[in-house]
């Protein structure tokens, strides 16, 4: 058959060095990958087990733990043997948490060397026991917890400050001969956060992190992240996201996956297309896209369904999508590719869309 045409992306990826977070791969060609981080007690492993599994299930591709604690960090062995994808310990201060975390088996450790070398310089001791192991590391530069000489010079955590904490914390690894490693600059303001991961693409080929930090609640959040993780990525920037909800976080996953496939960065899955309403609706098209999306949950095909709730502009959006319903007199004709396959009554529309769909998806599937 033909080749399917090339999907088109916003900007060319910007060169990185690729490192390895287990089985994942960060930069480079890799494939940008999600992350998120769990929110149980860590020492607790059932329950975060339990929730590393929910999140692999919703499309988490990597999981970071805090480990705050001796008992976290007894957990850890535990944790990285049976999370089916790659394990990061995040760790502030504490260099024995790190070899700790290393020990365990967790592919790759957040730290900061900057905070490290404060109390007890074993920065040179970590790199070489990551190095061993194999394990990478994230500096993670945070707006909040910038160093107190830099808050000084600068007054405040403004985009040159958070490079500047960076370059400086990537050199005291670099001087180690450590290279395995990415970094973040986290802000909780996408315009600093923005201006500050686009100064640091230039300063250096690091694999970056993106993150806007205390993002919020899942409304504002979620529009927080999309705006910030959009600019950069739409420019080329970015080989790994993680979206900060005060939500559960599949949630964030979930957001994070749907920015990815939003600019064809990852393969769109099911996409619902459904017209906002209006005052010609002959039919409830908020509770008809709720139902199909619900009924439609989990299905792991690239398929276009579009709900409409009149014949003005339905059977136009419907043709366009692999599958779809334009509403109208108390019946909804379906589309399927482009044709009529059948007119239904309004009580059937939702059980014929999820019918077809599967029909649909099984084809694809076969294929
Ligand atoms: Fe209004 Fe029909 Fe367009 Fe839906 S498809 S927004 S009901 S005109």
Known sequence: GMPAPPVPVLAPRRPTRKIKVGTVDVGGDAPISVQSMTTTL??????????????????CDIVRVACPSQDDADALPDIARKSQIPVIADIHFQPKYVYAAIDAGCAAVRVNPGNIRQFDDQVGAIAKAAKDAGVSIRIGVN???LDKRLMEKYGRATPEALVESAVWEASLFEEHDFHDFKIS???NDPVIMVQAYEMLSERGDWPLHLGVTEAGPA??????????FGALLSRGIGDTIRVSLSAPPVEEVKVGLQILQSLNLRERKLEIVSCPSCGRAQVDV??????????LEGLEVPLRVAVMGCVVNGPGEAREADLGVASGNGKGQIFVKGEVIKTVPESKIVETLIEEALRIAEGMEAV
């Open 42 to 59: 860590t020492s607790d492993v059932n329950s975060t087990l339990q929730q590393i599994a929910e999140l692999t299930a919703a499309g």
């Open 143 to 145: 707006a909040g917890s």
């Open 185 to 187: 600059v986290k802000h």
């Open 219 to 228: 409304f504002q959040g979620t529009i927080k992240s999309a705006t910030a």
């Open 286 to 295: 908020y509770t008809l896209a709720e139902q199909v999306t619900a009924g």
